[in-house]
Protein backbone atom coordinates (compact mmCIF):
# COMPACT_ATOMS: atom_id res chain seq x y z
CA UNK A 1 0.00 0.00 0.00
CA UNK A 2 1.29 3.57 -0.85
CA UNK A 3 0.10 6.54 0.83
CA UNK A 4 2.35 9.21 -0.44
CA UNK A 5 5.54 10.06 -2.67
CA UNK A 6 7.35 12.57 -1.04
CA UNK A 7 7.64 15.77 -3.89
CA UNK A 8 10.80 17.38 -5.27
CA UNK A 9 10.30 20.31 -2.74
CA UNK A 10 10.70 17.86 0.48
CA UNK A 11 13.49 16.14 -1.16
CA UNK A 12 15.22 19.66 -1.56
CA UNK A 13 14.21 20.07 2.30
CA UNK A 14 15.95 17.13 3.28
CA UNK A 15 19.13 17.85 1.64
CA UNK A 16 19.03 21.23 3.10
CA UNK A 17 18.72 19.13 6.33
CA UNK A 18 21.18 16.67 5.98
CA UNK A 19 24.25 18.02 3.66
CA UNK A 20 25.36 20.71 6.18
CA UNK A 21 25.64 17.14 8.73
CA UNK A 22 27.61 15.64 5.94
CA UNK A 23 29.98 18.09 5.56
CA UNK A 24 31.05 19.14 9.03
CA UNK A 25 32.35 15.23 8.92
CA UNK A 26 33.09 14.46 5.13
CA UNK A 27 33.78 17.90 3.72
CA UNK A 28 36.18 16.45 1.24
CA UNK A 29 34.25 13.13 0.30
CA UNK A 30 31.35 15.04 -0.56
CA UNK A 31 33.09 17.69 -2.70
CA UNK A 32 33.52 14.68 -4.87
CA UNK A 33 30.08 13.89 -4.67
CA UNK A 34 29.25 17.62 -6.22
CA UNK A 35 28.32 16.51 -9.55
CA UNK A 36 26.29 14.36 -8.25
CA UNK A 37 24.55 16.48 -5.92
CA UNK A 38 23.62 18.86 -8.93
CA UNK A 39 21.95 16.31 -10.62
CA UNK A 40 19.68 15.08 -8.19
CA UNK A 41 19.17 18.88 -7.09
CA UNK A 42 17.47 19.49 -10.34
CA UNK A 43 16.21 16.45 -11.48
CA UNK A 44 12.70 16.72 -10.49
CA UNK A 45 10.68 13.16 -10.59
CA UNK A 46 7.71 14.61 -9.39
CA UNK A 47 5.54 13.69 -12.88
CA UNK A 48 7.16 10.13 -11.71
CA UNK A 49 5.28 9.68 -8.64
CA UNK A 50 1.91 10.60 -10.61
CA UNK A 51 2.89 7.24 -12.69
CA UNK A 52 4.19 4.92 -9.66
CA UNK A 53 0.80 5.37 -7.98
CA UNK A 54 -0.38 3.16 -10.26
CA UNK A 55 2.30 0.46 -9.87
CA UNK A 56 0.68 0.24 -5.92
CA UNK A 57 -2.26 -0.65 -4.35
CA UNK A 58 -3.95 2.63 -2.46
CA UNK A 59 -6.08 0.82 0.05
CA UNK A 60 -4.83 -2.97 0.51
CA UNK A 61 -1.74 -4.54 1.96
CA UNK A 62 1.25 -3.40 4.37
CA UNK A 63 2.45 0.14 3.09
CA UNK A 64 5.45 0.37 1.77
CA UNK A 65 8.59 1.10 3.67
CA UNK A 66 10.59 2.98 1.12
CA UNK A 67 9.44 5.73 -1.39
CA UNK A 68 9.54 4.62 -4.73
CA UNK A 69 10.52 7.99 -6.26
CA UNK A 70 13.56 7.75 -4.02
CA UNK A 71 14.01 4.25 -5.44
CA UNK A 72 13.71 5.90 -8.57
CA UNK A 73 16.14 8.70 -7.97
CA UNK A 74 18.58 6.16 -6.53
CA UNK A 75 18.93 3.92 -9.60
CA UNK A 76 19.59 7.18 -11.59
CA UNK A 77 22.51 7.96 -9.16
CA UNK A 78 23.72 4.30 -9.26
CA UNK A 79 23.78 4.38 -13.45
CA UNK A 80 25.29 8.28 -12.95
CA UNK A 81 27.82 6.84 -10.51
CA UNK A 82 29.03 3.90 -12.62
CA UNK A 83 27.42 0.95 -11.14
CA UNK A 84 25.91 -1.98 -12.73
CA UNK A 85 25.02 -4.52 -10.23
CA UNK A 86 22.12 -3.63 -8.07
CA UNK A 87 24.15 -5.95 -4.95
CA UNK A 88 26.88 -3.90 -4.76
CA UNK A 89 24.69 -0.82 -5.26
CA UNK A 90 22.82 -1.63 -2.24
CA UNK A 91 26.02 -2.68 -0.21
CA UNK A 92 27.07 0.92 -1.58
CA UNK A 93 23.83 2.39 0.13
CA UNK A 94 24.62 0.80 3.31
CA UNK A 95 27.97 1.97 4.15
CA UNK A 96 28.04 5.12 2.39
CA UNK A 97 25.97 8.02 3.75
CA UNK A 98 26.36 10.49 1.37
CA UNK A 99 25.24 8.05 -1.25
CA UNK A 100 22.10 7.16 0.71
CA UNK A 101 21.44 10.82 1.29
CA UNK A 102 21.85 11.81 -2.11
CA UNK A 103 19.16 9.04 -2.94
CA UNK A 104 16.37 10.58 -0.32
CA UNK A 105 17.21 7.71 2.13
CA UNK A 106 18.09 8.50 6.01
CA UNK A 107 21.72 7.07 6.40
CA UNK A 108 21.09 3.42 7.65
CA UNK A 109 17.66 2.85 6.83
CA UNK A 110 18.66 2.09 2.96
CA UNK A 111 16.35 -0.39 0.72
CA UNK A 112 17.37 -4.58 -0.18
CA UNK A 113 18.21 -5.87 -2.77
CA UNK A 114 14.50 -7.38 -3.35
CA UNK A 115 13.01 -3.86 -2.85
CA UNK A 116 15.09 -3.22 -5.51
CA UNK A 117 13.74 -6.11 -7.45
CA UNK A 118 10.21 -5.29 -6.64
CA UNK A 119 10.58 -1.82 -7.93
CA UNK A 120 11.63 -3.61 -11.42
CA UNK A 121 8.97 -5.99 -11.45
CA UNK A 122 6.17 -2.84 -10.99
CA UNK A 123 7.51 -1.50 -13.38
CA UNK A 124 7.59 -4.20 -16.09
CA UNK A 125 4.03 -4.17 -17.29
CA UNK A 126 3.62 -7.75 -17.82
CA UNK A 127 1.42 -10.52 -16.55
CA UNK A 128 3.77 -11.64 -13.68
CA UNK A 129 2.91 -15.57 -13.64
CA UNK A 130 3.19 -15.04 -18.30
CA UNK A 131 6.95 -13.74 -16.81
CA UNK A 132 7.21 -16.49 -14.68
CA UNK A 133 6.52 -19.90 -17.34
CA UNK A 134 8.40 -18.04 -19.65
CA UNK A 135 11.54 -17.44 -17.70
CA UNK A 136 10.90 -21.54 -16.47
CA UNK A 137 10.07 -22.91 -19.74
CA UNK A 138 12.44 -25.60 -21.31
CA UNK A 139 13.28 -25.11 -25.02
CA UNK A 140 16.40 -26.28 -27.73
CA UNK A 141 19.04 -23.57 -27.49
CA UNK A 142 19.03 -21.43 -30.55
CA UNK A 143 22.07 -22.31 -32.54
CA UNK A 144 24.46 -19.22 -33.42
CA UNK A 145 23.76 -18.79 -37.67
CA UNK A 146 26.75 -20.16 -39.26
CA UNK A 147 26.50 -17.49 -42.09
CA UNK A 148 28.01 -14.68 -41.82
CA UNK A 149 26.64 -11.32 -43.65
CA UNK A 150 28.82 -8.83 -45.92
CA UNK A 151 30.46 -6.92 -43.81
CA UNK A 152 28.79 -3.37 -42.94
CA UNK A 153 25.41 -4.87 -44.05
CA UNK A 154 22.30 -5.16 -42.14
CA UNK A 155 19.87 -8.13 -41.14
CA UNK A 156 17.41 -8.98 -43.89
CA UNK A 157 14.13 -7.75 -43.03
CA UNK A 158 11.98 -10.25 -42.20
CA UNK A 159 8.37 -9.20 -42.65
CA UNK A 160 8.71 -6.09 -45.29
CA UNK A 161 5.83 -3.84 -45.60
CA UNK A 162 5.20 -3.99 -41.12
CA UNK A 163 6.46 -0.39 -40.94
CA UNK A 164 4.37 1.00 -43.59
CA UNK A 165 1.42 -1.37 -41.68
CA UNK A 166 2.24 0.47 -38.38
CA UNK A 167 2.12 3.72 -39.53
CA UNK A 168 -1.38 3.18 -40.99
CA UNK A 169 -2.31 1.88 -37.86
CA UNK A 170 -1.15 4.57 -35.76
CA UNK A 171 -2.70 7.57 -38.45
CA UNK A 172 -6.25 5.51 -38.04
CA UNK A 173 -5.86 6.31 -34.28
CA UNK A 174 -5.05 3.19 -33.04
CA UNK A 175 -1.60 2.57 -31.25
CA UNK A 176 0.62 0.01 -32.50
CA UNK A 177 1.00 -1.62 -29.34
CA UNK A 178 -0.79 -1.11 -26.31
CA UNK A 179 0.25 -3.74 -23.96
CA UNK A 180 3.90 -3.60 -24.02
CA UNK A 181 5.73 -4.18 -21.11
CA UNK A 182 8.10 -0.95 -20.91
CA UNK A 183 5.25 1.58 -21.80
CA UNK A 184 5.32 2.72 -17.80
CA UNK A 185 9.54 3.07 -18.22
CA UNK A 186 8.94 5.10 -21.78
CA UNK A 187 6.21 7.20 -20.15
CA UNK A 188 8.42 8.34 -17.23
CA UNK A 189 11.08 8.50 -19.61
CA UNK A 190 8.82 11.31 -21.24
CA UNK A 191 7.61 13.20 -18.33
CA UNK A 192 10.30 13.77 -16.34
CA UNK A 193 13.29 14.08 -18.89
CA UNK A 194 11.94 14.75 -22.60
CA UNK A 195 9.39 17.29 -21.87
CA UNK A 196 11.85 18.68 -19.23
CA UNK A 197 14.10 19.04 -22.14
CA UNK A 198 11.81 20.99 -24.04
CA UNK A 199 10.56 22.80 -21.43
CA UNK A 200 13.86 24.17 -20.76
CA UNK A 201 14.98 25.11 -24.63
CA UNK A 202 17.23 22.34 -25.15
CA UNK A 203 15.46 20.76 -27.87
CA UNK A 204 14.19 23.86 -29.85
CA UNK A 205 11.25 23.69 -31.68
CA UNK A 206 9.54 20.78 -30.82
CA UNK A 207 6.93 21.06 -33.50
CA UNK A 208 9.20 20.84 -35.44
CA UNK A 209 11.47 18.22 -34.67
CA UNK A 210 14.32 16.40 -36.41
CA UNK A 211 14.98 13.02 -35.14
CA UNK A 212 17.55 10.69 -36.03
CA UNK A 213 17.55 7.25 -34.95
CA UNK A 214 20.32 4.57 -34.66
CA UNK A 215 20.54 0.71 -33.21
CA UNK A 216 23.22 -0.79 -31.21
CA UNK A 217 23.84 -3.96 -29.84
CA UNK A 218 23.01 -4.78 -26.50
CA UNK A 219 24.25 -8.12 -24.97
CA UNK A 220 23.35 -9.60 -22.37
CA UNK A 221 25.82 -11.84 -19.49
CA UNK A 222 23.19 -14.91 -19.70
CA UNK A 223 24.81 -17.95 -21.63
CA UNK A 224 23.05 -18.97 -25.09
CA UNK A 225 23.46 -22.52 -24.49
CA UNK A 226 20.94 -22.37 -21.63
CA UNK A 227 21.23 -24.83 -18.48
CA UNK A 228 20.77 -28.86 -18.71
CA UNK A 229 17.96 -30.13 -16.47
CA UNK A 230 17.85 -33.61 -17.67
CA UNK A 231 20.07 -36.24 -16.79
CA UNK A 232 21.72 -37.17 -19.33
CA UNK A 233 25.42 -36.21 -17.79
CA UNK A 234 24.98 -38.72 -14.83
CA UNK A 235 24.10 -41.48 -17.86
CA UNK A 236 27.76 -40.57 -19.23
CA UNK A 237 26.20 -38.26 -22.29
CA UNK A 238 27.82 -35.08 -22.48
CA UNK A 239 26.70 -33.57 -25.93
CA UNK A 240 22.90 -33.89 -25.75
CA UNK A 241 20.17 -32.12 -27.62
CA UNK A 242 17.56 -32.48 -24.67
CA UNK A 243 15.31 -28.80 -23.96
CA UNK A 244 17.17 -26.42 -21.29
CA UNK A 245 16.21 -23.50 -19.18
CA UNK A 246 17.32 -20.12 -19.79
CA UNK A 247 17.62 -17.69 -17.55
CA UNK A 248 16.97 -14.67 -20.49
CA UNK A 249 14.87 -16.20 -22.88
CA UNK A 250 14.00 -13.27 -24.41
CA UNK A 251 18.11 -12.84 -25.84
CA UNK A 252 18.49 -14.01 -29.35
CA UNK A 253 21.45 -13.76 -31.65
CA UNK A 254 21.72 -10.41 -34.04
CA UNK A 255 24.23 -9.34 -36.42
CA UNK A 256 26.33 -6.40 -35.05
CA UNK A 257 27.37 -4.82 -38.44
CA UNK A 258 29.60 -2.46 -37.15
CA UNK A 259 31.92 -5.52 -35.66
CA UNK A 260 31.15 -7.40 -38.43
CA UNK A 261 30.08 -10.39 -35.93
CA UNK A 262 27.07 -12.12 -34.43
CA UNK A 263 26.07 -11.53 -31.16
CA UNK A 264 23.67 -12.83 -28.20
CA UNK A 265 21.24 -10.20 -26.64
CA UNK A 266 19.06 -7.24 -27.96
CA UNK A 267 18.82 -4.21 -30.79
CA UNK A 268 18.60 -1.19 -28.58
CA UNK A 269 17.24 1.49 -30.85
CA UNK A 270 17.40 4.97 -29.73
CA UNK A 271 15.76 8.16 -31.71
CA UNK A 272 17.47 11.83 -30.23
CA UNK A 273 16.83 15.14 -31.90
CA UNK A 274 19.07 15.97 -33.75
CA UNK A 275 18.87 20.14 -33.42
CA UNK A 276 19.26 19.50 -29.94
CA UNK A 277 21.97 20.31 -27.29
CA UNK A 278 24.22 17.58 -26.95
CA UNK A 279 21.40 15.14 -29.24
CA UNK A 280 19.40 14.41 -26.44
CA UNK A 281 17.32 10.85 -26.53
CA UNK A 282 13.48 11.31 -26.91
CA UNK A 283 12.44 7.27 -27.45
CA UNK A 284 14.50 4.20 -26.36
CA UNK A 285 13.48 0.80 -27.48
CA UNK A 286 14.55 -2.76 -26.86
CA UNK A 287 13.88 -5.20 -29.44
CA UNK A 288 15.12 -8.52 -30.05
CA UNK A 289 18.30 -9.18 -31.23
CA UNK A 290 17.38 -11.05 -34.46
CA UNK A 291 14.79 -8.30 -35.38
CA UNK A 292 15.83 -4.83 -36.81
CA UNK A 293 14.16 -1.82 -35.51
CA UNK A 294 13.12 0.75 -37.72
CA UNK A 295 12.54 4.65 -37.71
CA UNK A 296 9.01 4.42 -35.91
CA UNK A 297 8.04 5.42 -32.96
CA UNK A 298 5.35 6.12 -30.69
CA UNK A 299 5.53 9.45 -28.28
CA UNK A 300 2.86 9.72 -25.26
CA UNK A 301 0.56 12.56 -25.69
ZN1 LIG B 1 20.09 -34.39 -22.21
Not at 99 to 107: D, I, Q, T
Not at 125 to 140: M, P, Q, V
Not at 243 to 265: I, L, M, Q, T, V
Request: hydrophobic letters at 40%; proline letters at 6%; glycine letters at 6%.
Amino acid sequence: MLIKCSSHVEFQQFLRQRIPLLWALEEDRLMSFSRSLTKVWFLNLDPAACLLYKCFSSSMGRPVLYDPVCILRSLVLMLDLGYHSVTKWVQALRSDDILAVLSGFEPHKTPGVGTFYDFFDRLWLEDRKTRIERRFKLRSPIKKPKKKLKAGSKQPVKHPGVVGKLCKRFMNGRVPFPLRAERLIQEIFARCFVDVSVHMGLIPDPLKLVLSGDGSSLRTGSSPYGVKVCDCRNKGIFSCDCKRRFSDPEASWGWDSYRNEYYYGYSLYVLTAASSVGELPMYIRLGQACRQIFNWCYFFS
